[in-house]
């Protein structure tokens, strides 16, 4: 025990609440399936007892809690930004025209594999998963649920898109902070992801398109087609000017503007629109953007429209949005938090970690345990810079010894922390995207091949390096060696 009375943990006794956190999980959210919130709170209150057994004060954990509360107010804010979006855009006729000339283009049997290489354009052009999956992802959301195609193959579609754009885009915050925090050059570090983004793109498409030829246009799915057809046509003012918001989230974000000022000068945009071309009032400007879109809101400005037209299929597809829809994945975050920060406190986790990186001898080995470390810690804290610069603290040394060059840690980073954190339900990105698309976690985690198959590969060029004359795998060259011993001489 430390002069302070903290007392550090074995092994054995760290892996007790490690233990029951998984149980209550896996238990209480993968099978029973009680609310994720709640399973946090529980498992944050059997770390907050394990860490104030071990010395620490309550205090502290509130403390560690609001440190990273603050430091993930950006993502809250877009979080809420993507609610008003949503809603806006609905308003102004943006979503409705995505859906409508979709419907019109898309064969339902390509609807699978082209939402997921066009939501990985978009991803890649404005940088962002939440970003990408909020607007083009709703719309394909949309026209698969008129066709009556798979939500569940459609949403892991979206995701796999969403997140090839947020690991491989220049633009992308998590591409350029996990290079920095490696210490690799960014375009050698998307370089580098190449190896397994691109056999993982490449099966993707392969399964989302055999996925589609099992599906067989019926005689109710044409009419539901034509019936959202008639609907948004009599409902909306359809121009191209309703593309406007569009273009100024892709623009803005490839010019870098920060996200949130182009998310609300977007939605801005959406309201002036709504108000010119779809005869909307001020106050349903509002509602829209807080409450959310409703289709009453457009019949109100239409006394002549053929009430007929308005299903209850047409409004379980368009109202939706708002400031409000984003509560719940807001309050998840303060939950979130709350665990991460307790397990932070509890330093359980840490001591594991160590224990397992003393038994690391081959390159498969090292890398293995950084894309699990990397997997378990972004399902903790939810916060990838935090997880990003821990794995850096405890795998850089590991990867130096073996003369793997940093974009192999970086590349493990993006595999095991970025593209896997939308993956589990109880993860910031996982809310966001559950909520966002309106399917749950586990229905999509199936289909998110692309978020699978970076995993799977970075794993296996670590596993077949001795056999692959390292393929995959990037050693540092004799001449890097030596600077980086130069660079160490030079800091101490």
């Known amino acids: 025990m430390s002069k302070e009375g903290i007392r550090r943990p074995s092994v054995g006794m760290a892996l007790i609440p490690i233990m029951i956190a998984l149980v209550i999980f896996i238990g209480g959210i993968g099978i029973l399936k009680y609310q994720a919130e709640l399973m946090l709170i529980f498992a944050g209150v059997v770390f907050s007892i394990y860490a104030i057994w071990c010395g620490h004060k309550w205090e502290k954990i509130l403390t560690v809690m609001g440190e990273k509360i603050k430091t993930a107010l950006p ?14 855009w609905m308003l102004s006729g943006t979503i409705p025209f995505f859906v409508y000339y979709g419907l019109e283009i898309i064969h339902p049997g390509y609807l699978y594999v082209l939402a997921f290489i066009v939501t990985a354009i978009v991803s890649t052009c404005v940088g962002t998963s939440w970003g990408s999956a909020g607007t083009i992802g709703v719309a394909l959301m949309s026209i698969a649920q008129t066709m009556d195609v798979s939500l569940a193959i459609t949403a892991g579609a979206v995701v ?3 997140y090839f754009g947020d690991k491989l885009s220049p633009l992308s915050d998590t591409t350029n902070m996990s290079s920095l925090a490696a210490g690799s050059n960014l375009y050698e570090h998307i370089q580098h992801m190449m190896y397994t983004s691109i056999p993982s793109s490449i099966i993707a498409i392969i399964v989302f398109y055999f996925a589609g030829l099992s599906i067989e246009s019926t005689p109710g799915q044409l009419n539901n087609i034509e019936e959202m057809l008639s609907g948004i046509d009599q409902l909306f003012n ?3 000017l309703v593309l406007l918001p569009a273009v100024i989230v892709i623009a803005g974000s490839l010019m870098k ?3 949130l000022i182009v998310l609300f000068s977007s939605a801005l945009t959406a309201m002036i629109i709504a108000f010119f071309f779809q005869q909307a009032t001020v106050a349903q400007l509002f509602t829209s953007a807080v409450e959310g879109f409703n289709v009453e809101m457009v019949t109100a400005s239409n006394p002549g429209l053929d009430p007929t037209v308005i299903s209850e299929s047409m409004q379980g597809l368009l109202n939706r949005g708002g400031l409000y829809s984003m509560y719940n994945a807001t309050f998840f975050v303060f939950c979130a938090f709350f665990f991460a920060a307790a397990i932070e406190v509890s330093q359980a986790l840490n001591v594991v970690l160590e224990k397992i990186i003393s038994y690391l001898k081959s390159i498969g080995s090292v890398i293995f345990a950084s894309l699990v470390t990397g997997f378990a810690v972004i399902n903790c804290t939810s916060n990838a810079l935090v997880t990003y610069f821990l794995i850096k603290d405890i795998f850089g040394d590991v990867y130096k010894k073996k003369k793997l060059h940093p974009v192999n840690l970086s590349r493990s980073m993006e595999d095991s922390v970025t593209i896997t954190e939308a993956l589990m339900p109880w993860t910031v990105s996982g809310v966001f995207m559950a909520t966002t698309l309106g399917v749950s976690n586990f229905e999509f985690l199936p289909w998110a091949i692309f978020n699978l198959g970076g995993f799977v590969f970075s794993l296996l060029y670590g596993f077949l390096a001795p056999y692959s004359n390292n393929f995959g795998i990037r050693n540092l060259t004799e ?7 130069e660079s160490s001489k030079k800091i101490i």
């Open 479 to 485: 001449n890097e060696v030596e600077e980086d011993m």
């Open 160 to 162: 796999s898109g969403a």
């Open 257 to 259: 503007k920060s996200p």
């Open 75 to 88: 993502a809250i804010l877009i979080l809420f930004s993507i609610g008003l979006i949503i809603g806006t």
């Open 238 to 240: 359809l121009n191209v």
